[in-house]
T-cell receptor, first 112, second 113 residues
């Protein structure tokens, strides 16, 4: 069972390109998270969304609750954006638990 | 500095030798959780805790135990480790029970021979 599906699995881009990573989920959620994992393993949180759109620098995240879909966009990509991007959803309801489900990640390589 | 601290960062052990991976956060977060990350499978939740003395199973709890006696600490216990528990483990916390940004520890790489 895959509660969270991400696409693409791998992505190579030229520096400066606009990048989109997609995430679809099948469970009811209280929030969706986008995470970044660089080689070496550390994980940092980029966004937490429950509706609409958020922007931080060159990164934009959107969510459509009705369609159960989220996108992460990177504008003017840079080699330092090379990392694995992970979509995670939180089924955060008091009566049904507070569990996280993760996509398998999108490995992004940005070439100078 | 706000952080989630895990120890040990690296450990090689043998089958059946009990071990504990500690996790501590200094942000007064209510929610804490443990995950394992395996190639091709991604991150999977092992256990989580909504508050002191409240713990629940995640997707892959078999072979693990946890406890939450204090708000800041959430240790992961492997009573009798087996080779299939060789993995990269992450602890994370968030301020609120149902929402809130996740803060991750640096990870603990465990090898069971």
């Amino acid at each position: 069972k895959n509660e969270v599906e991400q696409s693409p699995q791998n992505l190579t881009a030229q520096e400066g390109e606009f990048i989109t990573i997609n995430c679809s989920y099948s469970v009811g959620i209280s929030a969706l998270h986008w995470l970044q994992q660089h080689p070496g393993g550390g994980i940092v949180s980029l966004f937490m969304l429950s509706s609409g759109k958020k922007k931080h620098g060159r990164l934009i995240a959107t969510i459509n609750i009705q369609e159960k879909h989220s996108s992460l966009h990177i504008t003017a990509s840079h080699p330092r954006d090379s990392a694995v991007y992970i979509c995670a959803v939180r089924s955060g309801f008091q009566d049904t638990g507070n569990q996280f489900y993760f996509g398998t990640g999108t490995s992004l390589t940005v070439i100078p | 500095e706000a952080q989630v601290t895990q120890n040990p960062r690296y450990l090689i052990t043998v089958t059946g030798k009990k071990l504990t991976v500690t996790c501590s956060q200094n942000m007064n977060h209510e929610y804490m959780s443990w995950y394992r990350q395996d190639p091709g499978l991604g991150l999977r939740q092992i256990y989580y805790s909504m508050n002191v003395e409240v713990t629940d199973k995640g997707d892959v709890p078999e072979g693990y135990k946890v406890s939450r006696k204090e708000k800041r600490n959430f240790p992961l216990i492997l009573e009798s480790p087996s080779p299939n528990q060789t993995s990269l483990y992450f602890c994370a916390s968030s301020l609120e029970q149902l929402t809130g940004e996740l803060f991750f520890g640096e990870g603990s790489r465990l090898t069971v021979l």
